[in-house]
């Protein structure tokens, strides 16, 4: 399994000068056993939870310790409570486990926010569900960005008809958890917003939509709901970036993203009108992205975005993990080779393992801003309708290759 990036070296004249480089994903650490009529994780390279579909998982070395620290999120499974596709809706909590290693071998320590998982709460905007944890540290504090929901309740103002489930998931906003050290975290001394950091400023849908906008409202990126937030400074004009995905209806669903601005990393942030990450395909369609990470690379001065690409429209290949890069921060483009990674995996033994679900792709960074561990949220078998807990998150090792550069004329 081969994953590529093109790296830009940014100058003031042309042509641009192009260095190709080759990532090499790495065997993982455990093996697949058959448990009824799912394959589960052991070993390693895999962190899953007892009684629990793991989900998400995004990690950083802690300066304090320096130990490695999985956010993730968690919904309680068995055969009592609701299948994949409805329970991280009804009732996902935030966990955290450590390491010694960023390649695997975390050990679970316990649940940090919205731990009474499924339980009926309505005391706060994330108080029924939160997930999406994606972990960052800047000047020298934590934050811990997220998406949360709550269910407004069946008086709330409804266009046509929702469950209970579809309204919590158009209830959808980003918050974030201020901490100076993960001690002070698991003591539950943290700050939080009392209100979201970013709520939809449209809601536009042809039918069963919560609390519509007036009629002839614009669309805006952060149509319906706000999730999947990715945050990275950017040093040529200081400010932070915080990347974000909604929902449209042209006519039918599909996913866009936007991004939002801020002086500081916990807001105020202002989201910009403009979608990013969208690519025409020269038919009526464009092209559907998910679950973006994205950081700004220093040497090569730019930023690259890792993506879920749905159907391999981006890659022009198979479904997987796809890749882009931009000058900016808000202008992208695809590389020649914009393949990231297959939806497989490698076993120690050579075995290659195809898997239904590698989404939410977290990206371990080492000092120079390379890539050296990727973290995703896995599944080797189909998950929707499962009860059983066989979700988990996934650390797969990165080692880079370099290649010759080579030169594109304008």
């Given at each position: 399994m081969k994953i590529r990036s093109v790296l830009l070296a940014i100058g003031c004249c042309c042509p641009l000068v192009w260095s190709q480089h080759t990532y090499q994903a790495g065997p993982v650490d455990m093996e697949v056993?058959?448990?009824?009529?799912?394959?589960?994780?052991?070993?390693?390279?895999?962190f899953?939870?007892?009684?629990?579909?793991?989900?998400?998982?995004?990690?950083?070395?802690?300066?304090?310790?320096?130990?490695?620290?999985?956010?993730?999120?968690?919904m309680e499974s068995g055969p009592g409570q609701p299948p994949f596709v409805d329970a991280w809706l009804l009732g996902s909590k935030i966990g955290v486990a450590v390491s010694d290693s960023p390649y695997g071998g975390y050990k679970n320590i316990g649940f940090v926010y919205n731990k009474d998982g499924y339980t009926p709460d309505r005391s706060s905007w994330d108080a029924q569900t939160v997930s999406n944890t994606h972990i960052k540290r800047f000047n020298g504090k934590y934050y811990l960005y997220y998406c949360g929901s709550v269910d407004p309740g069946e008086d709330a103002r409804i266009k046509g008809t929702l469950s209970k489930r579809d309204r919590i998931q158009q209830n959808q906003k980003?918050?974030?958890?201020?901490?100076?050290?993960?001690?002070?975290?698991?003591?539950?001394?943290?700050?939080?917003?009392?209100?979201?950091?970013?709520?939809?400023?449209?809601?536009?849908?042809?039918?069963?939509?919560?609390?519509?906008?007036?009629?002839?409202?614009?669309?805006?990126?952060?149509?319906?709901?706000?999730?999947?937030?990715?945050?990275?400074?950017?040093?040529?004009?200081?400010?932070?970036?915080?990347?974000?995905?909604?929902?449209?209806?042209?006519?039918?669903?599909?996913?866009?993203?936007?991004?939002?601005?801020?002086?500081?990393p916990a807001g105020p942030f202002r989201v910009l009108d403009d979608n990013v990450f969208?690519?025409?395909?020269?038919?009526?369609?464009?092209?559907?992205?998910?679950?973006?990470?994205?950081?700004?690379?220093?040497?090569?001065?730019?930023?690259?975005?890792?993506f879920k690409d749905f159907t391999g429209g981006f890659t022009q290949g198979k479904?997987?993990?796809?890749?882009?890069?931009?000058?900016?921060?808000?202008?992208?483009?695809?590389?020649?080779?914009?393949?990231?990674?297959?939806?497989?995996?490698?076993?120690?033994?050579?075995?290659?393992?195809?898997?239904?679900?590698?989404?939410?792709?977290?990206?371990?960074?080492?000092?120079?801003?390379?890539?050296?561990?990727?973290?995703?949220?896995?599944?080797?078998?189909?998950?929707?309708q499962k009860k059983d807990g066989s979700s988990f998150n996934i650390q797969i090792p990165i080692v880079r290759q370099q290649n010759a550069p080579h030169t594109i004329l304008n």
């Open positions: 056993v058959q448990r009824g009529d799912s394959e589960f994780p052991v070993g390693f390279s895999a899953s939870l007892e009684g629990h579909f793991v989900w998400c998982g995004s990690a950083i070395r802690a300066e304090e310790d320096g130990r490695y620290y999985l956010f993730y999120s968690a980003l918050g974030v958890l201020c901490f100076n050290s993960i001690k002070e975290l698991l003591e539950g001394k943290y700050t939080c917003n009392e209100q979201p950091l970013l709520i939809p400023r449209s809601r536009v849908k042809p039918n069963n939509v919560l609390e519509p906008s007036p009629e002839g409202t614009a669309v805006k990126p952060d149509n319906l709901i706000m999730v999947n937030p990715a945050v990275v400074y950017c040093p040529t004009n200081r400010k932070y970036f915080l990347y974000f995905k909604g929902n449209v209806y042209d006519p039918g669903w599909r996913g866009v993203h936007g991004v939002a601005i801020s002086d500081e969208e690519f025409e395909t020269g038919t009526a369609q464009k092209l559907n992205a998910e679950d973006p990470y994205v950081w700004y690379h220093r040497k090569d001065r730019c930023f690259y975005a890792v479904p997987g993990l796809a890749i882009m890069y931009s000058k900016d921060g808000l202008h992208w483009d695809l590389p020649e080779h914009s393949l990231f990674m297959n939806k497989e995996i490698i076993l120690k033994n050579g075995e290659h393992v195809d898997v239904d679900r590698l989404e939410r792709p977290q990206l371990f960074l080492d000092e120079n801003d390379d890539p050296i561990v990727l973290y995703s949220a896995c599944s080797i078998t189909p998950l929707n």
